[in-house]
């Protein structure tokens, strides 16, 4: 049982050597992606095809020890096949609850832009309140449960892109980038003899996580902190390249995750570069620029920097 920050700390490095068995020269996104799952939040994960995205899910979901599902969005996939149904037992003369795929602790939406916006909001309220309703009967999900959603950013044909409700319900945007040509090597070599998927093991327990993510909890966040995340934030929505800032709930999750990337760091307070590392991947798909600043060339990740570059940050 984990009962301090060394503990913690010990447990979420076991899961990342775990990961890198099988994903090669990726480790903060990994990291990122264990910051999400120690916050309760949700990822989505944005790259070209082949650089890792779906292999990275299923080695987490492998590295601890809970219940793994996979849903394949396509454009003919219905909300009751995520969120599950009411059937009629005639045996028993009642409509009984047919659980759906989300009915896991690890989610993954692969693609998740290849399904429909009515299908895609099938996802809101799980994402945010970790249950479902089904014929106005609400079933909570295990914990701990997280969706780690995939989408191509080139490929456009065939493709719904995610409204900002649902992009806001995401707790990071992360990307993985191209290996370098060592890496890409390196890759070539661990998989000569086999996929190592197949051999990979649990590292660490649901229970681990669950006590992980309460102690982020405890993290100790200063008044001035608190002061620098929200102005950050507002920066964002005064922007003159804005239309949609940082929402509130951003802020929120700036707060989380600064928490989360402290006791990552074996620290039991917050510190100014902690938000400054986490406000990039928090932040920047909240951000909806203006037509204009788009055909400059502008993006969301320019704002992001110019407010850390003018926000000055407490001493």
Not at 11 to 30: S, T
Not at 175 to 190: D, I, K, Q
Not at 266 to 283: G, L, N, Q, Y
């Amino acid at each position: 049982m984990i009962e301090n920050t060394e503990q913690a700390v010990y447990c979420l490095k076991r899961v990342l050597y775990n990961v890198e068995k099988v994903i090669v020269g990726k480790r903060h996104a990994i990291e990122l992606v264990l910051t999400t799952l120690a916050c309760r939040g949700h990822a989505l994960i944005e790259d070209v095809p082949g650089v890792g995205k779906t292999s990275l899910v299923s080695a987490l979901a492998k590295s601890v020890d809970g219940s793994f599902k996979r849903i394949q969005f396509t454009p003919d996939i219905m909300p009751s096949d995520i969120t599950g149904f009411s059937a009629f037992n005639p045996r028993t003369g009642e409509f009984e609850y047919r659980p759906g795929a989300v009915m896991s602790q690890f989610i993954l939406a692969d693609e998740i832009n290849r399904t429909s916006p009515k299908t895609q909001s099938s996802l809101l309220e799980v994402m945010e309140e970790s249950q479902v309703t089904v014929d106005g009967q609400s079933y909570p999900v295990p914990q701990p449960f997280i969706v780690l959603a995939t989408q191509n950013p080139v490929e456009y044909l065939g493709t719904y892109p995610l409204p900002e409700a649902q992009l806001d319900r995401f707790f990071m945007k992360i990307s993985l980038g191209y290996p370098s040509a060592a890496e890409e090597g390196r890759m070539l070599e661990r998989f000569r003899e086999g996929d190592p998927m197949l051999a990979l093991e649990s590292a660490a327990a649901g229970e681990d996580i669950k006590a992980i993510q309460g102690m982020v909890e405890t993290i100790y966040v200063s008044e001035d902190i608190n002061k620098f995340i929200v102005n950050l934030s507002r920066h964002t929505r005064d922007h003159e390249d804005v239309v949609l800032g940082a929402s509130p709930r951003a802020s929120l999750c700036l707060f989380k995750a600064a928490q989360a990337w402290a006791l990552y760091n074996s620290r039991d307070f917050v510190t100014p570069d902690d938000v400054i590392a986490m406000a990039p991947h928090v932040m920047e798909h909240r951000i909806i620029l203006k037509q204009e600043a788009k055909l400059q060339k502008r993006t969301a990740l320019d704002v992001i920097n110019d407010a850390l570059s003018k926000v000055r940050p407490p001493l």
